[in-house]
């Protein structure tokens, strides 16, 4: 469902998880990535946007030991350490005979004939648009749960003569990949970020979960709505016991007198404060109609406002 509230199709959750928070990561935790979890992303992420509907990324998973000690051997000195840690590697390779495929996927005869003719093209070609799906391979690891450093510092040659010497692939970037760490540091966090990449736990290694983040970051009138939206149920709660107590053992109308008054008020403010959070965070009409609606039936804005604060929609936009 697409989230009308902002300009984005996407929730905040998700566009944590995908972007916000998604920072490169050192540390995962001690459990394997399943194969089918690796080749799901694959189906996901395999026809995203490319020039001319080209697929020339193809993905190696070094799940051996020869074969992770074929892509440590390749790495610079400084990557070594990191990439043994991981407990998934997946190397990233451009196949300069993309365009054999353009049947599957979608490419025409006469382009298929213009990159034969031309492999000073071809290998441009296959090298531009595969770090583009090698960037929505990232996002669909991500989108998977899994935590992902992209590693580039190889011996591209010596890589390539120990994975494909007999494939007409060569080698593009690394990724190193796991299960998120509670608890684990980001890499380089810059910005914004830093902050959160040291609070680190829940979603990604290195980074606050997505809900832990929206609700760190509630803007004013975000926090003005969580306080009205309790504060009306508490009032709500009130009156009702006094209306319990008025019309029950009917020993006393105080109750009703005090907190009538108070929970109208209340109901007021909220319907007040609701508006103009709509408006100043774009929550679109759906939701606000369905803020305001919550105060009707009793205690159901504090529901509501635990949606809200989830979904990052008392969170700056």
């Not at 992209?150 to 591209?156: L, M």
């Not at 060569?170 to 299960?179: D, K, N, Q, Y």
């Not at 109750?255 to 709509?278: K, M, Q, W």
Request: hydrophobic share 50%; aromatic share 6%; charged share 20%.
């Amino acid at each position: 469902m697409v989230d009308m509230s902002t300009n984005f199709a996407i929730d905040a959750a998700a566009r944590a998880i995908l972007f916000t928070d998604a920072r490169s990561n050192l540390v995962f935790a001690d459990r394997p990535v399943a194969m089918e979890t690796v080749r799901d992303v694959w189906d996901l992420i395999k026809w995203g946007p490319t020039a001319n509907n080209t697929v020339p990324l193809r993905v190696l998973a070094a799940t051996s030991d020869t074969a992770r000690a074929a892509v440590l051997d390749a790495a610079a000195a400084g990557n070594r350490d990191k990439i043994a840690a991981a407990p998934l590697v997946l190397v990233a390779a451009r196949d300069e005979r993309f365009h054999e495929t353009f049947g599957i996927t979608g490419g025409s005869e006469t382009a298929a004939a213009r990159f034969e003719a031309d492999p000073e093209t071809r290998t441009r070609f296959s090298h531009t648009n595969t770090m583009l799906q090698t960037g929505y391979l990232i996002l669909g690891l991500r989108a998977a749960g899994l935590a992902v450093r992209p590693v580039g510092g190889f011996d591209r040659a010596a890589l390539d003569a120990a994975l494909f010497a007999d494939a007409s692939w060569r080698s593009e970037p690394a990724s190193a990949g796991g299960s998120p760490r509670a608890g684990a540091r980001c890499g380089r966090a810059q910005g914004p970020h830093r902050r959160r990449c040291r609070g680190a736990r829940g979603m990604t290694a290195g980074a606050t979960a997505p809900g832990d983040t929206a609700r760190a970051r509630l803007t004013g009138i975000g926090r003005a709505y969580a306080i009205l939206a309790l504060v009306e149920a508490i009032t709500w709660t009130g009156l009702l016991i006094g209306m319990g107590v008025k019309y029950g053992p009917q020993t006393t109308e105080i109750g009703v007198t005090v907190f009538g008054p108070l929970h109208g008020i209340a109901f007021l403010a909220y319907a007040a404060v609701t508006v103009i959070a709509a408006v100043r965070l774009r929550w679109g009409l759906g939701v606000t109609l369905l803020a305001l609606v919550a105060a009707v039936p009793p205690l159901t804005t504090l529901p509501m406002e635990m949606w809200l604060r989830r979904t990052g929609r008392l969170a700056p936009r």
